[in-house]
């Protein structure tokens, strides 16, 4: 059993260190941007749905 398991962390290791393409910097950043784009994107868009909402309920019912 246990030499199934450090048979495993050795397979992972060398399936992370040799065989996977990691990006490069610029990639990163880029995508790092798109991330960061479409997330101010999308709080900006339930800001203004909750800013609607809250007036509309605040005219619905009024108190």
């Known amino acids: 059993m246990l030499k199934k398991i450090v048979n495993y962390c050795k397979n992972s290791y060398?399936?992370?260190a040799h065989?996977?393409?990691w990006p490069?910097?610029?990639e990163l950043t880029h995508s790092a941007m798109i991330v960061l784009s479409a997330s101010l994107v999308i709080a900006l868009v339930?800001?203004?749905m909750d800013f609607v909402?809250?007036?509309?309920?605040?005219i619905v019912y009024p108190g």
């Open 14 to 16: 060398d399936e992370l």
């Open 24 to 26: 490069t910097r610029a």
């Open 53 to 58: 909402f809250k007036n509309l309920m605040g």
């Open 19 to 21: 065989n996977t393409t």
């Open 46 to 48: 339930v800001f203004a």
